[in-house]
């Protein structure tokens, strides 16, 4: 999100008037859930995307007509192949989108962006209200009504859209080389929020990890003296070897943090478990160790492998938020049904 409200800023800061697109509900089949944004000026999409096709398209044609208007509201949209005013697409579903209008005529919208950016750099949690006909959109530190990560309100007769921002944890990043390098990008791009650590100072500097948000020169064998991980965290063990790998894990595995893995080939991740495993860790807590990291891929290039790391993360995001609601056990079970004829057919569930 700080990349979209600095694009608003700069937008407004340029005299060019914008409309903030956002799918605020969805049910059914729909190529993006609730909370895909999407800015658009007159000459069209400048940023984002709600999910392509037809529906983007109505949508960006609406946001161009609107633009420089005063005008906030919601419209649905009918994603059905149907005759009565479907969009002709095969999803299905049905979703609201507002359309905000960013006014350069509204000093008080250019405020909200600067305190915007300044919130979302304190990677606290947050709320991003917008209003669905009058009003200014608002930064809040707490909303009890509702339910989940994005609601949709009422007060003062006037409903609202709320979406919750850095409510996850932080992803700890330990060993700054050419994998960091190549993971962190990544990571930035898809909202999370990043440290490197490394204990070789010329392997913490900032300008290697583009969208990071901290680097540190550490002792990996300290690790407990400088940070202190939370349950929401997830920490990737990328040292340049074994005993770096072996410190850092050992650390990881005293914390609560909600994901933990370990970059390296099938024998020398189980060479740490076996150290560690005589060093008196118990199968059970290294078993919440992702080792080797990332979602198998058939990746070898540090590019591939941050592409399977991130994956992972993703994974784990939407499980944690209740996205994607089946664990890792369903996922590998199988189902059987049986046939009129007694036989019995084996289906992988297709997840």
Same mark, same amino acid.
């Given at each position: 999100?700080?990349?979209? +409200?600095?694009?608003?800023?700069?937008?407004?800061?340029?005299?060019?008037?914008?409309?903030?697109?956002?799918?605020?509900?969805?049910?059914?089949?729909?190529?993006? #859930?609730?909370?895909? +944004?999407?800015?658009?000026?007159?000459?069209?999409?400048?940023?984002?995307?709600?999910?392509?096709?037809?529906? =983007?398209?109505?949508?960006?044609?609406?946001?161009?007509?609107?633009? $420089?208007?005063?005008?906030?509201?919601?419209?649905?949209?009918?994603? $059905?192949?149907?005759?009565?005013?479907?969009?002709?697409?095969?999803?299905?579903?049905?979703?609201?989108?507002?359309? @905000?209008?960013?006014?350069?005529?509204?000093? &008080?919208?250019?405020?909200?962006?600067?305190?915007?950016?300044?919130?979302?750099?304190?990677?606290?949690?947050?709320?991003?209200?917008?209003?669905?006909?009058?009003?200014?959109?608002?930064?809040?530190? =707490?909303?009890?009504?509702?339910?989940?990560?994005?609601?949709?309100?009422?007060?003062?007769?006037?409903?609202?859209?709320?979406?919750?921002?850095?409510?996850?944890?932080?992803? +700890?990043?330990?060993?700054? $080389?050419?994998? &960091?390098?190549?993971?962190?990008?990544?990571?930035?791009?898809?909202?999370?929020?990043?440290?490197?650590?490394?204990?070789?100072?010329?392997? #913490?500097?900032? &300008?290697?990890?583009?969208?990071?948000?901290?680097?540190?020169?550490?002792?990996?064998?300290?690790?407990?003296?400088?940070?202190?991980?939370?349950?929401?965290? @997830?920490?990737?063990?990328?040292?340049?070897?074994?005993?770096?790998? &072996?410190?850092?894990?050992?650390?990881?595995?005293?914390?609560?943090?909600?994901?933990?893995?370990?970059?390296?080939?099938?024998? *020398?991740?189980?060479?740490?478990?076996? *150290?560690?495993?005589? =060093?008196?860790?118990?199968?059970?807590?290294?078993?919440?160790? @992702?080792?080797?990291? $990332?979602?198998?891929?058939?990746?070898? #290039?540090?590019?591939?492998?941050?592409?399977?790391?991130?994956?992972?993360?993703?994974?784990?995001?939407? =499980?944690?938020?209740?996205?994607?609601?089946?664990?890792?056990?369903?996922?590998?079970?199988?189902?059987?049904?049986?046939?009129?004829?007694?036989?019995?057919?084996?289906?992988?569930?297709?997840?």
């Amino acid at each position: 999100m700080k990349t979209l +409200y600095q694009l608003l800023l700069d937008r407004w800061n340029q005299k060019t008037d914008t409309i903030l697109v956002t799918i605020v509900e969805g049910n059914g089949s729909i190529p993006r #859930t609730t909370g895909a +944004y999407m800015a658009v000026d007159k000459t069209g999409r400048i940023y984002g995307t709600i999910g392509g096709g037809n529906l =983007e398209y109505q949508a960006v044609k609406k946001a161009m007509e609107l633009t $420089g208007t005063d005008a906030h509201f919601v419209e649905d949209f009918d994603l $059905g192949t149907g005759e009565n005013g479907g969009l002709g697409m095969v999803c299905g579903g049905n979703v609201k989108v507002l359309f @905000y209008s960013v006014r350069v005529k509204d000093p &008080a919208v250019g405020a909200f962006f600067k305190e915007a950016l300044v919130t979302a750099d304190e990677g606290k949690p947050y709320w991003l209200v917008l209003p669905f006909s009058e009003g200014l959109p608002q930064i809040r530190k =707490e909303i009890t009504e509702g339910r989940g990560h994005c609601r949709i309100l009422e007060e003062n007769g006037q409903k609202l859209y709320a979406e919750e921002f850095c409510y996850d944890g932080k992803v +700890y990043v330990f060993g700054g $080389g050419h994998l &960091a390098q190549e993971l962190v990008p990544v990571l930035s791009h898809l909202g999370f929020w990043c440290m490197v650590m490394d204990d070789r100072e010329e392997y #913490t500097d900032p &300008a290697l990890f583009p969208g990071v948000q901290e680097t540190k020169t550490v002792d990996f064998t300290a690790l407990s003296q400088i940070l202190e991980v939370k349950p929401e965290d @997830y920490l990737v063990v990328v040292t340049r070897g074994h005993r770096c790998d &072996a410190d850092v894990e050992r650390f990881a595995l005293r914390t609560p943090a909600s994901y933990i893995g370990v970059v390296g080939s099938k024998r *020398k991740t189980q060479y740490v478990r076996e *150290k560690l495993l005589n =060093e008196g860790f118990t199968s059970e807590e290294l078993d919440r160790v @992702y080792a080797p990291i $990332g979602i198998e891929i058939g990746s070898e #290039t540090p590019a591939e492998i941050a592409i399977s790391i991130a994956a992972q993360l993703i994974q784990i995001r939407a =499980e944690k938020t209740g996205l994607k609601r089946k664990n890792n056990e369903e996922k590998k079970r199988k189902y059987v049904t049986g046939s009129s004829y007694g036989s019995v057919h084996v289906h992988r569930m297709r997840l």
